[in-house]
Every structure is written in C-alpha cells, then in structure tokens.
C-alpha cells in the first residue's frame, strides 16, 4: 500500500504549543543516525544493486543471530512475510488457520488471500494474545495451523500451543511483526515457532524508510522455499519450480536497517524503562484505581512497541478526545475486531462471540512509548489524564486524585525528586 500512514498513525510532530506530546516521532530516531544512515545509502548507490544483494544477505545474517534462529529470510513487508509463511507451510484453499481476532488486519487477510479459512479465537485479556485455552474446542479435521500475534511486544503463550500443535499435527507461524526482541523463558519471538514474521514498517521497533519485512526459521528446507516463493518461486533465472510472488526487499531499506540494527537493543531499554516510569507515576498519581495499566506475564521479556491502558465504563473515547484536545497523541490498537469485519461477515460470527476481543477493543488505548520520549513528556501525559479523572471521576473508594506527587499543580514543572529513568 502506498500510504505510509495509512493506518491513522501520528508519526510527525504534533503541531501547536510546546507543551504538545506526540503519538510517535520517527525524526527524533533518525537525526543521531543521519551521516551512518546517508553513508550506508552511498554505499548502495555506488553498488548499483538496488534488489535484494548483499546488503540483504548481511541484514539476514545479523537478523538470524539477534533473533537466535538459523535462517531470516527478508522480504518486501510484513504482510508479505505473513503470507509467504503460510504459503511456505502449505496452506491451502479450504484449510483452517486459528488466530486471535484481535490483531492488524494483515494477519488475517493473510489467510483468507490463500483461500483458507481464518478461524477467531478470543484472547488472555492480561497480554492481549491468543488465549490457549480458548483453541482446543476450535479445531477440526481441517486445522492445518496456528498463528499466534505478539502483540505490543510480549509473546503469546507458546507452551501450549505448542503442544497443541504437536497433538494435533499442526504448523505454528507467529506474527511477530510488533516483536522484535522480545522474549519467553529466554527464547527470542521467531524462534519459538515453525516460523516467524516480521515487519519493518517504520514504528516498528525497528523501522525501515518504507515497508519492509522477514521471516525466521531454523528449518533449512523451509528456508530455502521462502526464498523461492518471494522470488516467483525461482530456481534459477527464468526457471520456476513453484508459485510464488514478488516480494523482494530494496537494497536501500536493507541499507537503512543494516545502519539501525545496532541500535536496536538500546531503543528497547529505552522503551522498558518509559513503560516502568509510566508505571511509576500512574501508581504514584492514583489513577490506576481508574485505568489497567499493561501486565507483563511470566517469562517474558515486553519489549514495549505499545503501552497500552484499558480505560473502562466506556470513558476511553471520551479521555482520547480530552487528551487530543491538548495535543496528547494516542492511538487504538484495534478499534474493529477482524470477527467484526464487514469483509468476514461471510464467516459468521454473531456480536458477543468473542466477548474479550470485544471489551478490549472498547476499552485500549495506547499511549506514546517511543524511545526518545523525555521524561517531562510522560509527566504531561500522565498529568493530563490525572485531570480528565479528576473531572470525571466514578467512586474510587475514598482515593483522591490530586495532580500526581511529581508536579507542583502550579507551574507543571518536574519534581527534583523524579529523575529521568533513562539516565
Ligand atoms: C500484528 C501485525 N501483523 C502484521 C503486520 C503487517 O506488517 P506490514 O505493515 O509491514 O505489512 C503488522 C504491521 O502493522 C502488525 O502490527
């Protein structure tokens, strides 16, 4: 798709007072990086190797060590992983795929494009994932696999679905297209399954200047299928031993990531320590009596794409539209559950079917987390919603809502007490 912002991210500056926090703001990211980032693209330019090339085949080299795997396969997007995963594993017309219905539309879409039938299944309302207590009864004669999103950054619980999957002859393809990095029980996302999928779509933890994408797998025969199928499914020039699509990634995004690559471990402490500052000053303010701030399950290593409050008692709009008014950007990851869909109407699914997706998608709303986000920033934010609750207040049980401890409720300056966590 040819809008970079086509899913109503705020990725520039917020415009207006100085006191304004933007959603994301991918320009603070890339200035530090400007002279390595214009040097790499030099490089590409003198290379005359636009298409895939070596700087690809460096990028999969470094992407198969960080992501702890044998093979990474790149290609043109993380949808296109998605579905070169599937096309990879042998999904065909008429099979089933399982799959959380809370998700990007890409994970589906992916599905239903090979013909196979996505089968929603509703999600642990503590990480947002697919709840694997909630598969068995959904498996037929049909399922062929299970596609598990890690969503905002925190793996879904993979233990049983991967004996599920064993049981029950199953492919596992993870959409880990928000999760680069993270971790279960020290097992990095893309590993944990018969494939991983990736996204470089540039908010993503680790962007490129455009779309882009991978795969990870430690099967090489597997390996050695994507690689034909994101080529037409070439052999040799002019020789095709399956079908397959065009699904290359351009030298310069490799280029872009293969500068970027090395930073990537930084953004994400960056990114754990703004989610424990918010956690700080939320508890701190008392507005976690009105809001559930994001859970970290067992094991897992959160590496934060999202931080995402659940706002109850249907005030969420009401606090986005309160926050966008004083130029607090946020977003709502998802508003429209896939079972809600008009284009799977086609499948079925009644209102109520998966109550959690459904409450969940009511009440989300992500707040800015990117790395280079101040500290000041998030006292904003925090101090900003604190004043929505104060004039919207239910019953907290005696809890008053003062502007939180770290803001003199005069001038809105920082505390001395509250130190940047990132210093
Ligand atoms: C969960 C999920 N799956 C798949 C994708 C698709 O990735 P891309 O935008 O690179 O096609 C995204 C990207 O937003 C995503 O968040």
Redesign the pocket.
Known sequence: MANVVR?NESVTKSKGESEAVPFFDLARQSRPLREKIVRSLARVCDSGQFVLGPECVRLEETLAEYCQVKHAVVCA????A?LLALMGCGIEPGDEVLLPSY??F??AGAVWRLGARPVFVDIDPRTYCIDPGAIASRITSRTRALLP?H?YGQCADMQPLTDIARQHKLKIIE?A??AIGSELNGCRAGALGDVGCF???PTKNLGSFG???FMTTNDEELSQRLKMLRVHGETKQYHHQIIGFNSRLDAFQAAVLNAKLPHLEHWITRRQANARFYDRLFHEGGLHEHIDLPQVADGRRHVWNQYVIRVPDGQRDALREHLAQRNIGTQIYYPVPMHEQPCFKSLGYELGRLPRTEAAARETLALPIFPELTAHEQQLVVTRIAAFFKNNSRPTGGHAIGPPKFLSAKTGSSNSEVRDPRR
């Open positions: 899913r997007s993380g949808s296109d998605l998700t990007f890409a994970t999103v969503l959409d297209a928000q996204s470089f779509y779309d882009g994408g």
